[in-house]
Nanobody, 117 residues
Framework: VQLQASGGGLVQPGGSLRLSCAVSGTSFSQNVMGWFRQAPGKERELVARITNGGTTNYADAVQGRFTISRDNAKSTVHLQMNSLKPEDTAVYYC????????????WGQGTLVTVSS
């Protein structure tokens, strides 16, 4: 499985970014997709996930500000991030797992999001 995250950058507090992740080597439309982030000195955490049926779940810290979506035709998952805060600064990763397991796959290269004035 190959995961290629993109779309990160430097943004001011209150701004927006849209992350994308292109996925190959797996049955994308059947899988659960997730976005994770890891801030300096902290453990990686799940930010949002979307099931193969389109059901979404979010971490409390991003609820109402972030939106995860998927495009099965393009094997791509997106994370729309609005009202960004300095504490959202992190490397963001996407990952995938089959719906009948709880184990996420190997990690690809993430994309750095920096929220700063």
């Amino acid at each position: 499985v190959q995961l290629q995250a993109s779309g990160g950058g430097l943004v001011q507090p209150g701004g927006s970014l849209r992350l994308s992740c292109a996925v190959s080597g797996t049955s994308f439309s059947q899988n659960v997709m997730g976005w994770f982030r890891q801030a300096p000195g902290k453990e990686r955490e799940l930010v949002a996930r979307i099931t193969n049926g389109g059901t979404t779940n979010y971490a409390d810290a991003v609820q109402g500000r972030f939106t995860i979506s998927r495009d099965n035709a393009k094997s791509t998952v997106h994370l729309q991030m609005n009202s960004l805060k300095p504490e959202d600064t992190a490397v963001y990763y996407c990952n995938t797992r089959q719906p009948w397991t709880y184990a996420w796959g190997s990690w690809g290269q993430g994309t750095l999001v920096t929220v700063s004035s």
